[in-house]
C-alpha cells in the first residue's frame, strides 16, 4: 500500500493523494492549486500520474481546492466512479460548472481587452468539461462502508466543514489511512461539530490554521460594528466571499443584525454570485446537516438581494454606498468581485473584508498583508479602501481545536502526515502534535511517495 502526495504540499490548495494497493489506484481529492503563480501553473501540466489507470476518486467535499481538478482529469481520461456525499454532488453540480464558465469568461475578457500574456488566451477547462466530470458522480451515505475499487474499504465520516463535507477512512487488508478533509469548527455558526476521528495506521490531517488561533470575538458584533462604520461615512463594503460555505454563514449574521436593529434594516445588501445564490437553497434541501431550520433557510436566504446577471453585477459598480457586496471568490483570485475591487478600492471611504484564509500569491493576501496596489485585468490599482480580515467566522479549525479534535483518538497512529497549509503553519502543527501526543510526524513534499507497510511495520 502506497501513499503519494500529489498537493496541498506547503500549500492549501490542490488537495490530492494517491492511494495504491495491489496495482489498484485511488484518488482522495481532486483539487486546483491556487495562489502563487508558480502553483497555479501545476493546473496546466499533465497530471503527474496516469489518469487511466485511477480506479475511483474519493472527494472530501466540493471547494475547488478539493474538487475543482475532475473536468481536467477527466478530459485526460479518467473514466471512473467520482464518490461523495449526496450534498458534496449537488455542489459540484453548482461549482465545477461555474469554475468552467468563468474561466471561459476570463479568458474572452483578456483576449477582448488585449492584457493577456498568451494569446490567445485559453481556460483551463470549460462549463463542458465540467458538465461530463459530473456524469461519473455516485453518491454514499456518510458512515456507511464502500468498496470504491478492489481490495478497498472506505468509509465517509462528517467534517463539520461546510455541507457535505467528510473525512474519509480507507482500509486495505491490515493497513489503513484516515484523511481528515478540512475539519470543521466545535461552535460554528451553521455547521455542526466535526465527529470524532477514526483509529488508523496513518493520519493525514490538515493544517490550513496550524500556527493560529481564532479571535475570541463574538463575530456577529465585530461584523456588526464595521458595517455601521462604514455605513456612517457612506461607504461601500465589498466582501471577497467563497460562494459556498462563508457566503451563507454572511448572510445568517447579517440576518441576525438586521433582526437586532444593529445594523440599518435599510441597509442595501447584494449577494452578486450566482453560485452563492443557488448554493444558498441547498441549506433547505439538506436540513439536519447543519443547524438552520427551515424557517431560518428561508430568512438567511431573503437577507440580500439577489444579483444573477452580469448587467446587474456592471450597475452594482456606478452606485453609491451605503451598501454591501458579498461576492466569489473569497481569494479574490478570480470572479465578479476583481470587478468591485477595481471600482471601490481605491475609495478611503469604502472598506474590503475577508473573512477567510487567502493563501499566498492571491490578491486576497495582497490585501491582507497592507499592499498599496492591486494588479487587476493588467493594472495597478491604489488601495485606499480599509482592510479588514474577520478571521472568527473562518470554516476551518485552528490549532487547539485540531488538537482538541485529535486528542479523541483512543489508539495511537503509527505515522502522521501534516498536508494542506502554507509551511510554517504545517510545521507549527507538526511541533504541537508531537509535544502533546507525543505522534512522529511528518510533513511531505510535493510528490512524495511513502510504502505504508514499511512505514507501519
Not at 474519493?58 to 449526496?86: E, F, K, N, Q
Not at 466530470?133 to 474499504?153: H, K, M, N, Y
Not at 441576525?256 to 441547498?282: C, E, G, V, Y
Not at 482592510?387 to 479534535?405: K, T
Amino acid at each position: 500500500m502506497d501513499l503519494q502526495f500529489l498537493g496541498a504540499t506547503g500549500t492549501v490548495t490542490g488537495s490530492k493523494y494517491l492511494v495504491t494497493h495491489r496495482g489498484c489506484q485511488v484518488l482522495v481529492d481532486c483539487g486546483l492549486f491556487q495562489g502563487y503563480k508558480q502553483l497555479r501553473l501545476r493546473n496546466w501540466e499533465p497530471p503527474p500520474f496516469d489518469p487511466k489507470s485511477v480506479d475511483a476518486v474519493v472527494l472530501t467535499h466540493a471547494h475547488l481546492d478539493h474538487s475543482g481538478y475532475l473536468p481536467l482529469l477527466v478530459r485526460h481520461g479518467y473514466a471512473g466512479p467520482i464518490y461523495c456525499t449526496a450534498a458534496t454532488r449537488d455542489l459540484c453540480r453548482i461549482l465545477l460548472p461555474d469554475s468552467g464558465r468563468l474561466q471561459e469568461e476570463d479568458a474572452e475578457f483578456a483576449n477582448r481587452h488585449g492584457f493577456a500574456k498568451h494569446r490567445p488566451a485559453l481556460p483551463l477547462y470549460t462549463e463542458a468539461d465540467a458538465l461530463r466530470a459530473l456524469e461519473q458522480i455516485e453518491v454514499r451515505t456518510t458512515l456507511d462502508s464502500f468498496e470504491p475499487a478492489a481490495g478497498f474499504q472506505a468509509q465517509l465520516i462528517p467534517a463539520g466543514h461546510l455541507l457535505g463535507s467528510a473525512m474519509l477512512r480507507l482500509q486495505c487488508e491490515r493497513h489503513s489511512v484516515f484523511f481528515s478533509g478540512d475539519v470543521g469548527r466545535p461552535n460554528d455558526l451553521l455547521m455542526h461539530p466535526p465527529q470524532p476521528p477514526m483509529a488508523a495506521d496513518v493520519l493525514v490531517v490538515e493544517s490550513t490554521y496550524g500556527n493560529r488561533r481564532h479571535e475570541v470575538v463574538d463575530p456577529i458584533e465585530q461584523l456588526g460594528s464595521l458595517v455601521r462604520r462604514v455605513s456612517h461615512r457612506h461607504g461601500v463594503i465589498v466582501v471577497p466571499s467563497f460562494c459556498v460555505g462563508r457566503a451563507q454563514t454572511l448572510l445568517w449574521c447579517l440576518h441576525q443584525l438586521k433582526l437586532s436593529h444593529r445594523i440599518p434594516a435599510t441597509m442595501p445588501i447584494f449577494l452578486n454570485s450566482p453560485m452563492a445564490i443557488d448554493a444558498t437553497r441547498l441549506y433547505r434541501r439538506h436540513l439536519g446537516e447543519h443547524r438552520l431550520s427551515a424557517e431560518e433557510c428561508e430568512a438567511m436566504a431573503h437577507t440580500a438581494r439577489m444579483v444573477n446577471t452580469v448587467e446587474e453585477s456592471r450597475a452594482l459598480n456606478g452606485r453609491r454606498g451605503p451598501m454591501l457586496i458579498i461576492a466569489g471568490s473569497g481569494m479574490a483570485i478570480g470572479g465578479r468581485v476583481v470587478h468591485h475591487l477595481r471600482a471601490f478600492a481605491s475609495d478611503a471611504a469604502n472598506a474590503i473584508v475577508f473573512t477567510g484564509f487567502c493563501a499566498g500569491g492571491t490578491r486576497g493576501a495582497s490585501l491582507i498583508n497592507g499592499a498599496e496596489t492591486i494588479k487587476i485585468h493588467g493594472e495597478q490599482v491604489p488601495v485606499r479602501a480599509e482592510v479588514l480580515s474577520l478571521g472568527n467566522l473562518s470554516a476551518h479549525a485552528d490549532y487547539v481545536e485540531m488538537l482538541d479534535w485529535l486528542s479523541a483518538l483512543k489508539t495511537a497512529p503509527k505515522r502522521v502526515f501534516i498536508t494542506h497549509g502554507e509551511p510554517d503553519a504545517a510545521d507549527a502543527l507538526r511541533q504541537r502534535i508531537e509535544e502533546r501526543f507525543a505522534w512522529p510526524c511528518t510533513v511531505p513534499d510535493y510528490r512524495e511517495r511513502v510504502d505504508l507497510q514499511v512505514l507501519t511495520a
